[in-house]
């Protein structure tokens, strides 16, 4: 059982950096790779940015391509999100997901396990 636990949410003004993390059980070793998602009120799942747990290979929506950053921490199972020069429309729940082999990346529904969810409000 892939168990996933994110935290550094809250809330924060516009334009500041804070710094989300997922731990992951050891299980998650099997998986491919390890992604952030969110939702925003009102509006559906979204892909924010992934990484391959073997390799480290990157890949970002273009709605937070060079403001936001995925890291991983093989040795503490840690998957970190920095977010750089956040908006008022960055405002979500941000999902820590893990997904095996096949499928996309970007695509929500290919994603096996989930985090419980930490909210991120961005206040203008």
């Known amino acids: 059982q892939v168990q996933l636990v994110e935290s550094g949410g809250g809330l924060v003004q516009a334009g500041r950096s804070p710094r989300l993390s997922c731990a992951a059980s050891?299980?998650?070793?099997?998986?491919?790779?390890i992604g952030w998602l969110r939702q925003a009120p009102g509006k559906e799942r979204e892909f924010v940015a992934a990484?391959?747990?073997?390799?480290?290979?990157?890949y970002y929506a273009d709605s937070v391509k060079r403001r936001f950053t995925i890291s991983r921490d093989n040795a503490k199972n840690t998957v970190l999100l920095q977010m750089n020069s956040l908006k008022p429309e960055d405002t979500a729940v941000y999902y820590c997901?893990?997904?095996?082999?096949?499928?996309?990346?970007?695509?929500?529904?290919?994603?096996?396990?989930w985090g419980q969810g930490t909210q991120v409000t961005v206040s203008s």
């Open positions: 997901a893990a997904r095996g082999p096949g499928g996309s990346d970007y695509r929500v529904g290919d994603y096996d396990y």
């Open positions: 050891e299980c998650t070793f099997t998986s491919y790779a």
């Open positions: 990484i391959r747990w073997s390799g480290g290979r990157t």
